[in-house]
């Protein structure tokens, strides 16, 4: 329970804030490459099976990532608003 609120005293100032919108932006870069990597980048380069396949997985892997960053960004914000 102390680390949480540690860990939520770092968001609450300007600097934090600031933090807070990084993670928000970078969360939504990852979203966009992830995107890219699944659905345009392997019919674009015309990847064999194994090629497409491995390209699609790291486009899930990144998407996954930035879903989640996201989701840790909203909780911040929200616990801060509480």
Same mark, same amino acid.
């Given at each position: 329970?102390?680390? #949480?609120? =540690? *860990?939520? &005293?770092? *968001? =609450? =100032? =300007?600097?934090? %804030? &600031? ?8 969360? @939504? ?5 992830? +995107?890219?990597?699944? +659905? ?5 380069? #015309?990847?064999?099976?194994?090629? @497409? ?7 899930? *892997?990144? +998407?996954?990532?930035? *879903?989640?960053?996201? $989701?840790?960004? %909203? %909780?911040? %914000? $929200? #616990?801060?608003?509480?």
């Amino acid at each position: 329970m102390k680390a #949480e609120n =540690n *860990f939520l &005293q770092m *968001f =609450n =100032n =300007n600097k934090g %804030k &600031q933090r807070l919108a990084i993670m928000q932006l970078v969360g @939504d870069g990852l979203l966009v490459c992830g +995107l890219v990597l699944v +659905l345009s980048f392997p019919h674009l380069l #015309e990847l064999s099976g194994v090629q @497409d396949v491995i390209m699609r997985l790291m486009g899930i *892997f990144v +998407l996954a990532c930035g *879903f989640a960053i996201n $989701y840790l960004a %909203k %909780k911040i %914000k $929200y #616990e801060l608003t509480v």
